[in-house]
């Protein structure tokens, strides 16, 4: 986990110099100062020579340095020169060299492990920036024709691979971003932008495997948007104290028509290829000591794969896909919220799969829809942001489940549709009622419609056998009770405060 906060941050580092700054009457010392102290705030040790000549100041060899929790490596990026220039009009003008590396060197984990070193080169062509405020209330203007970052090294242990056998590329072209600081007790800052067209371009292919892994593929129309408020903690990497202390992160993501190609080469276990497109992607997380909000969605997903054990393409689409989840973070004495959902609405495969199973039709093919949606709350039981706590809690329970609501789950498929909903409360202090779980109070309704007649042809096509059905009738029987039209079915599953099961209202336990 310690690793995968730094790489947030290290990853941070494009991301903030495509997003700056707009003032009054600032000076050119003082932006700078606004950069160091930022950077030195994120945990970065910064180091660079300074000089000022009339109202333009000059940084010179600029680098940034890291060093990531756990000895687990390090990180620097080198920024060439800087030059802040004072504008007429009160603004600051910050000039920047078209490239600049990055160096990431990380430790081995374990005995067998081997050290890597990579170098990153971030490019830019065209960049305009301006600084323009206050020193405590700040506006960064960035455009770029383009921006890039791409893999100029890398070795592990004391093999380097070149271009032909590990390759990175990212690309994107008409860039513009707004970004405001304000500077206090706290950190604030809320960030907006746009990229026209974002390409990558990945290339695996080592010496000891046989197998070469090409990824290409594209997105256009980005939008973005975050803000949040940074605390400023001497260690910026703890990021339990840094959620503690109020650090707070609100991020949200749009796309356009987007695009991807994955080709396998592989001469010992065949080649393989996968192709996929979507309409539009977004994404948005939240996070903060109230806990992680993160959710997403694709439209008009097609996704087309090919692989050498099988003798036809795989093809299948989806008209929309989407996902949300909420969690708590932090420890604490009161149950906190949660949440799960899924959405996979009109799922649709090729006839050719079809025809594996059904090759006679049997079934309908109507495009298939699933929905996951829970809440309740939970008690966490340590810092989850703390990997020590995070260790030391693997063998007791993380958390306690204290209320669980089925506010919708729903599957309609080959002619049948399941639903269900509900709410159950949980008692962690009876784990005698149902042995090593919280006692269950509550009830959830279910409903199954088709759900005969899919199984009578399952049967027919001989994918479900004659004495299993038979055993499935049965407890169909036991559960459920007729619903309101033609092969319906419906159940009441209720938990008693006395710790008794009923279906339906009858006891089963």
Do not use: C
Not at 62 to 80: A, I
Not at 177 to 206: P, W
Not at 320 to 345: H, R, V
Not at 448 to 475: H, T, Y
Request: glycine share 10%; charged share 20%.
């Amino acid at each position: 986990m310690s690793r995968l906060r730094s790489a947030s941050l290290l990853l941070a580092i494009p991301a903030t110099l495509i997003s700056q700054t707009a003032w009054a009457d600032l000076t050119p010392a003082e932006v700078w100062g606004d950069w160091r102290e930022y950077m030195e705030n994120m945990g970065y040790t910064v180091e660079a020579e300074e000089s000022t000549s009339g109202d333009t100041l000059t940084v010179s060899d600029v680098t940034m340095r890291m060093q990531m929790p756990e000895e687990g490596g390090s990180f620097s990026m080198s920024m060439g020169t800087l030059t802040f220039v004072q504008g007429d009009n009160g603004a600051v003008e910050i000039r920047m060299p078209e490239e600049m590396p990055m160096s990431i060197d990380i430790a081995p984990e374990g005995p067998d492990d081997e050290p890597v070193s990579m170098v990153l080169t971030y490019g830019q062509s065209g960049p305009q920036l301006t600084a323009s405020g206050s020193p405590d209330a700040l506006q960064y203007d960035y455009a770029a024709e383009t921006i890039s970052l791409t893999l100029a090294g890398l070795k592990v242990g004391e093999e380097s691979y070149g271009e032909d056998q590990a390759k990175f590329s990212l690309i994107g072209t008409d860039v513009r971003s707004r970004t405001e600081m304000t500077v206090g007790d706290q950190r604030s800052y809320a960030q907006t932008g746009q990229i026209g067209n974002l390409q990558y371009d990945v290339l695996m292919n080592t010496p000891e495997e046989p197998a070469t892994v090409k990824l290409k593929g594209g997105v256009l129309l980005i939008d973005f948007a975050a803000g949040g408020d940074l605390p400023t903690l001497e260690d910026a990497a703890d990021m339990a104290a840094m959620m503690q202390a109020g650090m707070a992160m609100d991020g949200s993501f749009s796309a356009g028509a987007g695009n991807s190609e994955v080709a396998v080469s592989d001469p010992e276990n065949g080649d393989f290829g996968l192709i996929s497109s979507s309409a539009g992607t977004k994404l948005s997380v939240k996070m903060g000591p109230e806990g992680l909000h993160y959710s997403g969605g694709q439209q008009e997903i097609a996704v087309d794969i090919t692989a050498a054990e099988m003798p036809f393409p795989i093809k299948f689409s989806m008209a929309e896909t989407g996902f949300n989840l909420q969690a708590p973070l932090l420890e604490s004495d009161d149950p906190q919220d949660f949440a799960f959902g899924l959405t996979l609405n009109e799922f649709k495969m090729s006839d050719m799969i079809w025809g594996i199973f059904d090759p006679a039709g049997h079934l309908p093919r109507d495009p298939a829809s699933l929905v996951v949606d829970l809440s309740g709350k939970a008690k966490l039981l340590f810092d989850l942001m703390n990997p020590e706590a995070a260790t030391a809690q693997i063998e007791g329970e993380p958390a306690e489940l204290h209320e669980l609501s089925v506010n919708e789950l729903s599957l309609n498929a080959v002619g049948a549709a399941f639903n269900g909903t509900g709410d159950l409360t949980f008692d962690n202090d009876d784990l005698e009622t149902v042995p090593g779980f919280p006692k269950p109070v509550g009830a959830l309704d279910l409903s199954l419609v088709g759900g005969i007649a899919l199984m009578d042809k399952l049967v027919s096509m001989g994918l479900l056998p004659q004495e299993q059905a038979m055993g499935a009738r049965m407890m169909i029987g036991l559960f459920t009770v007729p619903g309101g039209g033609e092969d319906s079915l419906k159940s009441k599953i209720e938990f008693t405060e006395e710790g008794a099961i009923l279906a339906n209202g009858q006891q089963i336990k």
